[in-house]
């Protein structure tokens, strides 16, 4: 493989890396219309013979084995936080989950141990944050950055009544940055 074509497919790979498998995995089919997708994109590589088609399918298997190591660390995640609000509270997921879809936000469902499911929870996030620093995936900086309003951050998480979601709630496992409480790394 020449140097351009080595150069072309290690740029798509890795922009399709950076930006997200799971967007670009799952929405390059959504995207449809005129020259819309990373199918199309790529389908347009290999017919202006920049890729092989042996190059494509490649990237496609890149990032199907991406989205399903996402799909596995967000699930084992999401899991993380459930036992969590469950231990600390006493219930099961069942229970747990029924008075979220109910509409209830977890101080209610929590009542008097409120203020327990929060201490819960800020140590949790507190343990996650120190791990991505001790693993490399943050420096001591950004976690510095990241525990000062984490407190806060998860009492409004808890006295959200807005539902929650398969993240347990309003971005959870997505950001250390405020828009979310769970892995990010």
Do not use: C, W
């Amino acid at each position: 493989m020449n140097k351009k074509k080595l150069a072309a497919v290690s740029a798509i790979a890795g922009l399709a890396l950076t930006f997200g498998t799971v967007s670009i995995a799952s929405a390059h089919d959504r995207m449809g219309g005129k020259g819309g997708g990373l199918s199309t994109v790529l389908s347009g590589l290999v017919s202006k013979g920049t890729l092989t088609q042996a190059q494509v399918d490649a990237i496609n298997k890149a990032l199907a084995d991406a989205r399903s190591t996402f799909d596995a660390k967000r699930d084992a995640d999401r899991a993380a936080h459930i036992k969590v609000i469950t231990d600390t509270l006493g219930i099961t997921e069942a229970t747990l989950t029924s008075r979220l879809q109910a509409g209830d936000s977890l101080a209610t469902i929590a009542g008097a141990k409120k203020d327990a499911l929060i201490a819960a929870m800020v140590a949790f996030e507190t343990k996650e944050i120190d791990s991505a620093v001790a693993a490399g995936k943050l420096t001591a900086a950004q976690a510095t950055t990241f525990k000062a309003g984490l407190k806060d951050r998860v009492t409004a998480q808890v006295e959200n009544t807005r539902g929650m979601g398969p993240m347990m709630g309003k971005g959870m496992g997505r950001d250390f940055d405020g828009r979310g409480m769970g892995h990010r790394h």
